[in-house]
T-cell receptor, first 113, second 112 residues
């Protein structure tokens, strides 16, 4: 049972490039979310999904897109990378929207030059 | 707006001691509170989840308490071990809000 898997673990981009961070979970969880973690700021919610075909914005959604075509996958797309998007990105899932316990992937460290 | 504070930011204690980590929050209308552990370069691992109707949760050497009226939670670690060294974060979920509000964590070092 792999849990929540994120790829890539590390990525360096130039300003203006686009890329997709992949997230997959094998626990049949309905709720998935993306957070970013920055020093001194805690984790902040970017986008979330309560089920396949349903996505919504979190606290800091600008510059990011998501889609949820299957229960298992929840990719995060950076449309035109900016240095302010340098961060560590975490994908998380939980069985239901309010079920509570959140399971995290190991993170994707992104540097935008 | 919910704000979550964890003080101190860093803590070092000798192996074998019992210790308490603190988490405070400003809005008591919470759905639940969760404690996580994060090792360097790794993701977050859920340790304990306390629903708003509960006062405490226990798992092994860990005990988390919740006092909504005072806006506080504590994580008690008994008989600390070097393997407990990590950053501990608390996070709060409010009613009607999708996101968890995280504290910035306490970096714990257990000295052998």
């Amino acid at each position: 049972n792999a849990g929540v898997t994120q790829t890539p673990k590390f990525q360096v981009l130039k300003t203006g490039q686009s890329m997709t961070l992949q997230c997959a979970q094998d626990m049949n969880h309905e709720y998935m979310s993306w957070y970013r973690q920055d020093p001194g700021m805690g984790l902040r919610l970017i986008h979330y999904s309560v089920g396949a075909g349903i996505t919504d914005q979190g606290e800091v959604p600008n510059g990011y897109n998501v889609s949820r075509s299957t229960t298992e996958d929840f990719p995060l797309r950076l449309l035109s990378a900016a240095p302010s998007q340098t961060s560590v990105y975490f994908c998380a899932s939980t069985p239901g929207q309010h079920t509570g316990e959140l399971f995290f992937g190991e993170g994707s460290r992104l540097t935008v030059l | 707006k919910q704000e979550v504070t964890q003080i101190p930011a860093a803590l070092s204690v000798p192996e074998g001691e019992n210790l308490v980590l603190n988490c405070s929050f400003t809005d008591s209308a919470i759905y639940n509170l969760q404690w996580f552990r994060q090792d360097p370069g790794k993701g977050l691992t859920s340790l304990l989840l306390i629903q708003s109707s509960q006062r405490e949760q226990t798992s092994g050497r860990l005990n988390a308490s919740l006092d909504k009226s005072s806006g506080r939670s504590t994580l008690y670690i008994a008989a600390s071990q070097p393997g407990d060294s990590a950053t501990y974060l608390c996070a709060v979920k409010n009613f009607g809000n999708e996101k968890l509000t995280f504290g910035t964590g306490t970096r714990l070092t257990i000295i052998p």
